[in-house]
C-alpha cells in the first residue's frame, strides 16, 4: 500500500523553527512533484512549497525567505524547514506527491501534521 507519511509538526514559539518530514513507501516506481499545502481554521487548503523531481521549487509568498522545502529522493522523503514561525504559520501540515505507481501516476497525501506557533 502506498502512503506518505509526516512527521515534525509540534508547538514552537514564534521566531522558532520546525523541520518536516514526508516518507513515501510502498512499491513506487517514480515520484514526480512533491509538496506541503496548510490548512488553518476556517480557512481553505493553500500551497505553501513545491518541488519537482529535478529540484526547482516555489513558494508562497507568505513564507518565501522562511521556509524552504527539498528532498532526498533515495529515500522517497520530502522535507520543510520552517524557519523564523509566526503565529499566522499556525495550521494543519500536509504532504502531496505525485507518485507513478505501475504504469500510471496518482496524487496522495499524507494524514496531516499539526504545527502551532504560540506568541
Known amino acids: 500500500q502506498v502512503q506518505l507519511v509526516e512527521s515534525g509538526g509540534g508547538l514552537v514559539q514564534a521566531g522558532g523553527s520546525l523541520r518536516l518530514s514526508c516518507a513515501a513507501s510502498g512499491i513506487i516506481f517514480s515520484i514526480n512533484d512533491m509538496g506541503w499545502y496548510r490548512q488553518a481554521p476556517g480557512k481553505q487548503r493553500e500551497l505553501v512549497a513545491a518541488i519537482t523531481s529535478g529540484g526547482s521549487t516555489n513558494y508562497a509568498d507568505s513564507v518565501k525567505g522562511r521556509f524552504t522545502i527539498s528532498r532526498d529522493n533515495s529515500k522517497n522523503t520530502a522535507y520543510l524547514q520552517m524557519n523564523s514561525l509566526k503565529p499566522e504559520d499556525t495550521a494543519v501540515y500536509y504532504c502531496?506527491?505525485?507518485?507513478?505507481?505501475?504504469?500510471?501516476?496518482?496524487?496522495?497525501w499524507g494524514q496531516g501534521t499539526q504545527v502551532t506557533v504560540s506568541s
Open positions: 502531496t506527491a505525485n507518485m507513478r505507481i505501475m504504469s500510471r501516476s496518482y496524487d496522495y
